[in-house]
């Protein structure tokens, strides 16, 4: 076990070597010079030269690798290519909000799954478990951003039960921080809630066929016993995994949702940088996102070790 | 996990002992590749809602092969007499925001989403197979680069890696093919790696080799036609995905451009006319829906049908 965690460590500088490559080599893909778009149509050319080597742009590109991946792990995820803003302070201005919105997504995403997958799986073909996974065959299709606008065109537009809209920091006014939560949380977390309930019923499923399950019926234990006390906590170890790579999943819907509900995160950050061709921007946010996701899966991995004594790797 | 290499063993046991049988090798071949297709399609018959995906993307081929035919308005064709009309008997969704026919502009709209999610499928396909099929083959050094650049891509956030390439390339259908295309290669360079390792160390494959075959030729000619079913699956799986991340781009205007009909761009204009016309955005989510629901559904059917003893997920 201690093998595997030193493996995925030793791995992990392979990996984020790749990944940075491909995050500094992609942006050099972009037709066009760099300086017109900071300088605007108005340039001159020793303005534009003046930007090139401020941008370190007349440098050879090896050495203009190197200076950023210093700079990157250093904390410093680039400048803003218009205002000239350090990429890690936005994020920084902008990680609340996408922060609240993700944790009350997961939470919403797994106090639905969890509970459906168990029944479906212990109540497997029979009529519950065909709604239940009926309902979570259709949250697969469905699009988060069409399931939301749904949502604000139901309860925001016709019944205008909450606000369609916007954002309020849930330390200023935690009612209408919460008001506000809803729908998008709930659009985000149905998304993840359905597939995350068939891997609980898969999950049940399986355990539920082993033997060590017979063994706990046939010494008389109620049935409500078996399956929370034995079975739930057995299935519970396979979906674990599935949260890790699920979080990549919570980082795309957020730009999505974000969108939609004009929530002012990480996600509309990203857009509006894409809109001012801003790829200082663009470049500093996906490397964190990335970054952000291969940690959390190390995590969960590792976690997984501890938490399963019977995994050897 | 188990079941399935139960399986594999027990069918590689069973076929040496079918040719014995069959003196006209060639003749056997071509007879048993039918047969085996006539099973599995007797199988995924079987399956009502394999069946039901089925006869949804026949007709949403249908429709996008005969848009011209079918479509009983021009989809580009701005009617001003005719801006915001609710769904009626001449416009059976109702009308845009410049008087185009919904009904037309959303079966226009099954071509983008179908071209897309079947090219990005197929180029992920092409270049992760062979990545696959080569570390599988080849192993050390080349294996591990071939890896660990897949995990780089990995780890990115799926739809934050289509949305950060769509940056750099800028919005087009052309260019949402390629970014979505990127972010499936792991998964079919995966797949097929994990089943070339197994297929390299058989008898058939030692065979190949022992009579002098090219490395080449044995893994186009021997690996690739053997690991062959589980790439469906994950073609079939991966359009219903692909379909989904394209409406995603469309709406957060990185795809589709206007007045190209797709479905996520046609929702992304419906979003800001909820109060007047909701049904603008209500109609292409649903579109979306069927046709991610559709691809889903197949794509469990042949999964089921190639592999029976996989029921649980």
């Known amino acids: 076990m201690r093998d595997y965690v030193l493996r995925r460590l030793v791995q992990l500088p392979i990996v984020l070597l790749f990944l940075s490559v491909i995050v500094f080599g992609v942006l050099r893909l972009i037709p066009g010079d760099p300086t017109a778009i900071r300088l605007g149509m108005e340039s001159t050319e020793e303005g534009r030269e003046q930007v090139r080597r401020e941008m370190g742009l007349d440098k050879p590109l090896v050495v203009q690798y190197g200076i950023w991946l210093r700079d990157v792990t250093t904390g410093d995820f680039g400048t803003s290519w218009v205002s000239r803003q350090s990429v890690s302070s936005l994020i920084l201005q902008k990680l609340p909000a996408t922060v609240t919105l993700a944790v009350a997504s997961l939470t919403i995403g797994i106090l639905i799954a969890i509970p459906a997958g168990i029944i479906a799986g212990a109540k497997a073909h029979t009529w519950v478990d065909n709604v239940i996974s009926t309902l979570a065959l259709g949250g697969v299709a469905t699009p988060t951003f069409w399931f939301g606008i749904m949502l604000i065109l139901v309860l925001g537009v016709r019944f205008q039960w909450l606000p369609p809209s916007g954002y309020v920091p849930l330390t200023e006014d935690p009612v209408e921080c919460l008001k506000r939560l809803f729908m998008p949380a709930l659009a985000l977390g149905t998304s993840l809630a359905a597939p995350l309930s068939r891997f609980m019923r898969s999950g049940m499923l399986d355990v539920l066929s082993a033997d060590y399950i017979r063994v706990a019926r046939a010494k008389g234990l109620r049935e409500s016993a078996v399956i929370l006390g034995h079975a739930v906590r057995n299935a519970l170890l396979s979906v674990v995994t599935v949260l890790g790579l699920q979080f990549g999943n919570l980082l795309g819907g957020t730009v999505i949702i974000e969108q939609v509900f004009e929530w002012p995160g990480i996600g509309l950050l990203i857009l509006s940088a894409i809109n001012q061709r801003d790829y200082g921007i663009v470049q500093g946010v996906v490397l964190f996102a990335a970054l952000t996701f291969i940690l959390v899966n190390l995590l969960v991995d590792v976690l997984y070790v501890y938490i399963d004594p019977r995994i050897e790797y | ?313």
């Open chain 2, 1 to 313: 996990m188990l079941r399935l290499k139960r399986n594999k063993e027990t069918e590689l046991a069973v076929e040496p002992a079918k040719r014995l049988g069959q003196p006209d090798v060639p003749a056997w071949r071509g007879s048993s590749r039918l047969r085996r297709f006539m099973d599995t399609w007797r199988r995924f018959k079987r399956s009502r809602t394999a069946v039901a995906g089925l006869v949804v993307i026949l007709v949403i081929i249908f429709m996008a092969v005969f848009a011209s035919v079918i479509a009983p308005h021009d989809p580009y064709d701005p009617a001003p007499r005719n801006i915001l009309q609710s769904p009626s008997r001449d416009h059976l969704m109702g009308t845009d925001a410049i008087g185009r026919d919904l009904f037309s502009r959303i079966i226009y709209g099954s071509r983008v989403s179908l071209q897309v999610g079947i090219i990005s499928v197929g180029i992920a396909a092409v270049v992760g197979v062979t990545l696959g099929v080569i570390a599988a083959y080849y192993g050390g050094l080349i294996d591990s680069l071939i890896m660990r650049f897949l995990d780089a891509l990995l780890a990115f956030p799926a739809i934050l890696l289509a949305i950060f390439v769509m940056a750099v390339l800028g919005p087009s259908i052309r260019n949402a093919m390629i970014a979505i295309g990127v972010i499936f290669i792991p998964a079919f360079a995966r797949i097929t790696r994990a089943n070339a390792l197994s297929l390299k160390e058989t008898e058939f494959v030692e065979a190949a080799r022992a009579i002098g075959a090219r490395d080449s030729h044995i893994m186009v000619k021997t690996i690739l036609p053997n690991c062959l079913s589980p790439i469906i699956v994950q073609a079939s799986l991966g359009v219903a995905y692909a379909v989904l991340v394209e409406a995603g781009l469309s709406f957060l205007g990185l795809g589709a451009q206007p007045p190209e009909p797709s479905w996520g761009s046609i929702l992304s204009a419906g979003r800001g006319l909820m109060t007047t016309a909701p049904w603008v955005a209500t109609f292409p989510g649903i579109a979306i829906f069927l046709c991610v629901l559709g691809f889903n559904l197949v794509g469990d059917g042949i999964r089921e049908a190639l592999d029976p003893h996989l029921k649980n997920i």
